[in-house]
């Protein structure tokens, strides 16, 4: 069968279509990137916002006529969603023919042969596993990238009260350190320059074999020579060990950025939203991050609009904003995930004219922060990962900092995407950089002819 896979939502999405992908393949089926020649459509879903719903409902109206045109066409919900609305997406979507959660994806080939060709048949596979990990699928890559994922743990014990993840991902179990720096030294022998660890809750992570923690996978992946940056994401505030802050700050191939969650700043909704620490113990785990890691970035996630959020608790999660200085931070409205501790007793009741203003003001700080910090950045060299080409000019390459900042510059002969280069800073925007290979005079005078079109 010719199979083409659309992916939604997080980078753990992401790797697992890699995964489905592999398993397809090792049973000969095919990956089609022409959706119109498959024989079926799978989409990998998200279940994390509410937007993320919409998205796939919208789309799944969008294949109708894919169906229509091809009734033995079959179309297929992977991931969180398929997990968390089984039964309304096979008795309310009658274009969805199978469901399979995200420890299921081994029993996808199967499922997929036994439904073919048999017109009404419908099939779902959403058991949660205690121990599958797939550490025995190594995902084939894209040949041509530069930064691979690898996760190293799935599922999640935390049950933040408003998460779906445990509850479509299931509970926590890792990988043993050995798998994972076998799948790194893969990832290194095919080019890849960057890998960054994937969990979601990266601090819990326990070989299963060995104990090992967190912080000596991290020296494990980050001893292989040559492996020139490793990145992981994301850690829980409540458990961040020392060990590892010290760890960042003395290898070169760590990179200097951290993203770590917020979700609110003040101790009431925290409480409430079992996230375990308090606003204080956030602020001090910056402060002791900034001094161990001299220039270190941060990134976070918050909510706005909780349950019962005040107007004044909310100030708290802008005086956490302000003092921490995010070089970026993902912010939402707060939005009922079903199965979720919150969905069963909190009900949703801050009107959403406050949610819209506490975002506006949350955005508003966010980028006046990211602003002065970029602009801080002028006139600094900066060692760049480049990325790839600029989607807006062929003229320029997009690439990475240490600190995760983005930065556009000219290309100049010599340089390809995945090479390390020193780049001097010209100038910035709210969110992103501008700059020049080092020295290059010439490629300066690309960058000033170039400006408009930023
Ligand atoms: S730690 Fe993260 S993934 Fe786990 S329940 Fe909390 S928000 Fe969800």
Redesign the pocket.
Known sequence: MKIFIETYGCQMNEYDSEIVSTILKSRTHEITHQIEKADAILLNTCAVRENAYSKIYGRLGELTHFKRANPKLIVGILGCMAQNLKEDLLTKKKLVDLVVGPDAYKKLPSLLEEIYGEGAKKLSEITLSEDETYSDVIPERDPNGVNGWIAIMRG?????T?????FT?GRERSRTVKSIVDEAKYLISQGYKQITLLG??VNSYKDPETNETFTDLMRAVSDLEELKRLRFT?P?PKDFPISLLELIAERKNICKQLHI?L?AGNDRILEKM??TYTKDEFLKLIAIAKKIIPNVHFST?VIVGFPTETESEFSDTLDVMEKSKFSMAFMFKYSERKATFASKYFPDDVPEKDKTSRITRLVELQQETQWKLLEGEIGTVQEVLVESISRKSEKDFIGKTDGNLTVIFPVVKGVKIGDLVELEIHKASSATLFGSIKGDASAFSILQENEINF
């Open positions: 999640c014990d935390n049950f933040c408003f998460c779906v993840v445990p991902r979601q809750n994301s829980h969650p979700q079992k996230r996630d």
